[in-house]
């Protein structure tokens, strides 16, 4: 089976890599967390499945100079695309441990779904069902009815770039082109839009776990969000500054944004933020028929111009 | 005094320093008649617009921002415009989805020499913001009574004393 392929695979790297980041259980059988392997007898702890939520590829600029291996599904291929594209990595320096994907589970939405899933004893797939078993009965929900959206969506199930590509390639389709909540969100009206934002965003507590989860946020000690020369924002956790934080966020990544939904899983208090990433890439498709992730070859495209715009009318 | 008839509104036009302000001062020295809503920010280039410039505008109470550079081709330092004309684009697909009413925000080109069209510009989008009066405030709205009533004022428009009241 992959799993005992890709711990083999890892086990072999390892000795010409300083560590490799992949998954492990976490606190319950339901949840996992990130791993990061030094020596052998760690990858003994590594797992791969729906559980494997994280975009490790976050990690990877703050490890710049060292080499890293990295284990990766098919959306966070995408970043690890982007963030050699920006050359803030180098390609020699990471081994990239792709797989095949079959979507992963919103522990939130499972949450909601099942009852006490803390004290859940195990969890697999079942066919296009998740299997939990929580005090010796198991509960079984729909897989579409917990993943979160992008896996609904997903068209790049399988690893861009890999050094090694282990197991079978994943042949999941997208169940739907627009993301149900992006499609309720388009419906409404720009009057009820900004009302939606008062209220959504008068619970944000600044935390910014939502920036230092994305993967293309690589400017953390830098941030707008806290820099008082230029002061673009006071810290007052008021539904204006905390949009106004979220546009920053959201303008900052136009076109480099892989839409991994990292920013929206990492928030504490569910805030549905990924829409504005969504309309910004949907945008960006738009007007520059720019995929970020994808191409490790195409440019930023804010980066760059066409005297004549295709898509753009004066 | 206003050439739109009414209570002034608050709209900021960022100028780039060599067309678009050019053209606004020889507006001024041809001594045509403008609304006097805009205030303007003087840049060196259309380039340096950041899109959060203007979003900072509407989120401070702007009820309307007004962008002009060098007209394509032009730009004292070549390609400053194209870049911003990317920059701007994005930011009119994006304000929907804050909450921004788009037709608030509009960019253009203006050269130094055409004082004329300033005029036409200026008097044209003011004439906009006022037919879609002030801009709902981003208020701070905390608990659900000020929710509802935010998204009250938004649903009975101009009219409401959500809208450009004087605390904003
Ligand atoms: S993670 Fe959520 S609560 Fe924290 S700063 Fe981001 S949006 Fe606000
Ligand atoms: S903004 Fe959100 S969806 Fe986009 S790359 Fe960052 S974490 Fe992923
Ligand atoms: S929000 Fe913007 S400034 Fe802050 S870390 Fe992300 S990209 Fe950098």
Known sequence: MSLDQLRQCIKDALPDLDCVIGWEQGHSPATATPLFMYEKQDVDRLVFGPLSVHNLATYLPGLKGKKVGIVVKGCDSRAVVQLLRENLISREDVTIFGMGCNGVISHKRLNRTVDNLDRASSLRMDGDDVVVTIDETEQRVAFAEVCPDKCLTCTHPNAMISDHFIGEKSDRAPICETPPALERFQAMSIEDRHAFWEEQMSSCVRCYACRNACPMCVCRDQCVAQSRDPHWMSQETSPRENLMFQLAHTLHLAGRCVECGECERACPMELPILLLRQTAAAGIRNLFGHEAGVDPEAQIPLLTFAVQEANIKE | ?168
């Open chain 2, 1 to 168: 005094m206003s050439a739109v008839p009414g209570r002034e509104l608050r709209i900021i036009g960022f100028l780039c320093n060599w067309c678009s302000y050019g053209g606004a001062d020889t507006a001024g020295v041809s001594r045509f008649e403008q609304p006097t809503d805009l205030r303007v920010v003087r840049v060196p280039c259309s380039g340096r617009i950041d899109p959060l410039f203007i979003v900072r505008a509407f989120l401070n109470g702007a009820d309307g921002v007004l962008v002009s550079g060098c007209h394509p081709g032009d730009c004292h330092y070549s390609e400053g415009n194209y870049h911003a004309r990317r920059r701007l684009e994005l930011l009119k697909h994006l304000l929907p989805a804050a909450g921004i009413d788009p037709a608030r925000f509009h960019y253009t080109w203006v050269s130094a020499s055409e004082g004329a069209k300033w005029q036409q510009t200026v008097t044209d989008f003011t004439n906009r913001i006022h037919e879609l009066g002030p801009a709902p405030a981003f208020c701070g709205a905390s608990t659900p009574e000020d929710w509802a009533a935010v998204a009250l004022g938004a649903a009975n428009g101009p009219g409401c004393s959500d809208h450009g009241g004087d605390g904003k």
